[in-house]
């Protein structure tokens, strides 16, 4: 059933910023050579989420990691289902072949969105890696795709949505359940 106008707190503001905290300790461990890692956001909330982790991972290593954009709206195999919104310019700022990548988006549902941002991901040239970080997993996968790095699951209804919100977007911050 839907909330109805409820909204629940998922993760408070404080909350999230332990999880992007946990979640940087994490790409550092996991990624030997930051240099060699490019974090690529999917739209809309993916790409605000790496530009919070690109100056958390700057903040705890010193390390300037490059970013950018990847809009997998082309590629969906459900546009009817979904439908489209305004696109968003694909970003890449350097040749990825050979890098490891980590495509961040805000939500993990069903799995298609990540399919389509890997099938666009791939028109750009063939990574070393590429991992999935997202800030929430709901549940529900059509796809057999699973995040390397996950801030936290939420089980949910299918009729239900989690939004993630950023204080230099939405002048707020924390996960919510609508």
């Excluded at 905290?21 to 974090?39: F, G, M, P, Q, Y």
Aim: hydrophobic share 40%; glycine share 6%.
């Amino acid at each position: 059933m839907p909330n109805k106008g409820k909204r629940i707190v998922i993760l408070t503001e404080v909350e999230l910023r332990k999880t992007l905290a946990r979640l940087t300790s994490e790409i550092i461990e996991k990624v030997k050579n930051l240099d060699n890692l490019i974090l690529v956001g999917i739209p809309t909330r993916g790409i605000d989420l790496a530009k919070v982790l690109e100056k958390e991972l700057f903040l705890k290593t010193g390390s300037k990691i490059r970013k950018g954009i990847i809009d997998p709206t082309f590629y969906r195999d459900d546009q009817n289902r979904v439908g489209t919104r305004l696109i968003k310019t694909t970003d890449i700022p350097t040749p990825i072949e050979k890098k490891e990548i980590l495509l961040i988006d805000d939500v993990i549902y069903t799995g298609r969105t990540i399919r389509a941002a890997m099938d666009a991901l791939y028109s750009w040239g063939r990574p070393q890696r590429v991992m999935l970080l997202v800030m929430v997993d709901r549940g529900h996968r059509e796809l057999p795709i699973q995040p390397d790095f996950c801030g936290k699951k939420v089980p949910t209804t299918k009729h239900e949505s989690i939004s993630l919100r950023l204080n230099n977007v939405d002048n707020e911050e924390g996960v919510f359940l609508e």
